[in-house]
């Protein structure tokens, strides 16, 4: 199972990209994975942060239910002043970090079933709610400070597998997660078969805390 989670303000592509990745690859499996959108709130509408584009959720988030639980970034202005009323990409996170999201979200972190996975400024939303300190993760380039600054391992890569918790950089990169996933669960062969169906090739390499340390030159 799959849960995509929607907050008010979430950027569209960061959703629809591993939506879209994750379905193939569930048919390309038989059906064997069940990709769901859903919000803290329950069943809803929710609106995007660009023009205005909505999706229902048609369920709760569940914590408890085995599998993946994704976490998309904000989509918004990248400046301006909130005391002026601006409601910017860190204010969305900021506010979705605040959410009843959050002990539904540091549940699923706990649960040993359950991977969680972030797309560009969801693994800043999971930092900003004191989620993820001490891990291993990636966020938009514009982000990576702030993240490094919450005390997370920030590390500039396409896609960060630290276990049970997967991350992801800017907003393509959804397509690149939801691949990797599918060939965590399934294997290459069906990652591949999804690959070649979207014309999409896989950027950089999987980044993990392991192997050697390179040496600086």
């Given amino acids: 199972m799959v849960q995509i989670v929607l907050f008010d303000g979430f950027d569209p592509l960061d959703v629809i990209a591993p939506f879209e990745v994750l379905s193939a690859g569930s048919d390309a499996a038989g059906g064997a994975l069940a990709v769901e959108l859903v919000a803290a709130e329950g069943a809803r509408e929710v609106v995007s942060g660009t ?4 999706l229902r959720a048609t369920a709760r988030l569940d914590p408890d239910r085995p599998g993946y639980v994704v976490v998309p970034g904000a989509s918004g202005p990248t400046t301006g002043d909130p005391d002026q009323g601006a409601v910017t990409i860190p204010v969305l996170l900021a506010r979705f970090a605040e959410s009843a999201a959050a002990p539904l979200l540091l ?15 969801g693994s800043l939303a999971l930092a900003m709610a004191g989620l993820i300190e001490g891990r291993h993760a990636v966020t938009h380039v514009l982000g990576m400070d702030v993240l490094d600054a919450t005390g997370v391992h920030a590390v500039p890569a396409r896609v960060v ?15 690149d997660l939801g691949l990797h996933i599918l060939e965590r669960e399934f294997g290459p062969r069906v990652a591949h078969a999804v690959e070649t169906l979207f014309e999409y090739e896989r950027r950089g390499i999987v980044w993990r805390n392991a192997g050697r340390t390179p040496i600086t030159i």
């Fill in 107 to 121: 549940a699923a972190l706990r649960n040993t079933a359950v991977t969680v996975a972030a797309v560009c400024g």
């Fill in 51 to 54: 023009r205005g584009l909505t």
């Fill in 161 to 175: 597998d630290d276990g049970d918790l997967i991350s992801a950089g800017g907003v393509t990169s959804g397509l």
